[in-house]
C-alpha cells in the first residue's frame, strides 16, 4: 500500500449570508486559494458554482478532529506524572512491607510484559509496568501492577492491586473478576471469608494491615 501524509492548511467558516460569503473570499481569494475551506451552513447553488469557478477546495458540514495544543500536552504529562507518582509511593510501601516479611519470596518486575509472553511467578510479585494484550500473568501469592493491564491474570494470592483495566481478564482464586468493578485508578481486590471484596485504594490509604 502506498501511502502519503500531507500538512493542510484548513480554514473553517459558517455561512450565515450568501451574498456576504462571496464577497469575502472574493476579498481574500489570494490568502484562501492554497486552503481546504470548511464549510458549515446551507451551500446553495450560487456559491458552489462560485466556489468552483475559483477553484477554491472546501468539504461541507464536516468535523475536523482538533488538534491538541501545547498547554494540553503539557497538563496530559503533569497528570501522568502525578498519577504514576501515586502508584510508586504506594508500591514503595508495599515493597517495603512484602520484603519484611520474606515469606512470600517477593519478585519486583520494571518491564512490560508484551503480548505472546506468560510470567509465572510461585510468590508475591510487583510490576511496576504494563501487561500487553495477550501477554499471561500466573502469580500464586499476592499481586500488585501499578500500569494497565489488558492480557490474562490469575492470582491466588491473599490479595490484588490493580488499576482500571477494562480490557483485562483476571481471575482471582479461579473466579473471574468483573473489569467493571474496577472503577478507581488504583483497586484492591481481596478473599475475605470466600468472598472477592474490591476497594478503592487511596493516595493516603498506605497500610494494608
Not at 451552513?41 to 468539504?59: E, M, Q
Not at 510479585?125 to 490469575?154: H, M, P
Request: hydrophobic fraction near 35%; charge should be positive; proline fraction near 2%.
Amino acid at each position: 500500500m502506498k501511502s502519503n501524509q500531507y500538512s493542510v492548511k484548513v480554514y473553517e467558516t459558517t455561512i450565515e449570508d450568501e451574498k456576504k460569503f462571496i464577497e469575502f473570499f472574493d476579498a481574500n481569494h489570494t490568502l484562501f486559494k492554497d486552503h481546504l475551506i470548511i464549510i458549515q451552513g446551507t451551500l446553495s447553488k450560487r456559491i458552489k458554482s462560485y466556489l468552483k469557478k475559483k477553484s477554491l477546495t472546501y468539504l461541507h458540514n464536516i468535523t475536523l478532529p482538533k488538534g491538541r495544543n501545547r498547554k494540553t500536552l503539557e497538563e496530559k504529562f503533569l497528570e501522568e506524572r502525578r498519577e504514576n507518582a501515586i502508584s510508586m509511593e504506594i508500591a514503595k510501601s508495599e515493597l517495603r512491607r512484602l520484603s519484611s516479611r520474606l515469606q512470600n519470596n517477593l519478585t519486583v518486575l520494571d518491564r512490560m510484559i508484551r503480548s505472546g509472553q506468560e510470567l509465572n511467578i510461585d510468590g508475591d510479585l510487583l510490576l511496576l509496568n504494563r501487561v500487553n494484550s495477550g501477554a499471561t500473568l500466573k502469580i500464586k501469592g499476592n499481586l500488585i501492577i501499578t500500569k494497565v493491564v489488558e492480557g490474562f491474570v490469575r492470582c491466588s494470592g491473599n490479595f490484588m492491586m490493580i488499576t482500571t483495566s477494562p480490557k483485562a481478564n483476571i481471575i482471582f482464586h479461579g473466579v473471574p473478576v468483573d473489569n467493571e468493578l474496577l472503577k478507581n485508578k488504583l483497586n484492591r481486590v481481596e478473599l475475605k471469608h470466600n468472598e472477592i471484596i474490591i476497594t478503592p485504594v487511596l493516595k493516603k490509604e498506605i497500610s494494608w494491615a
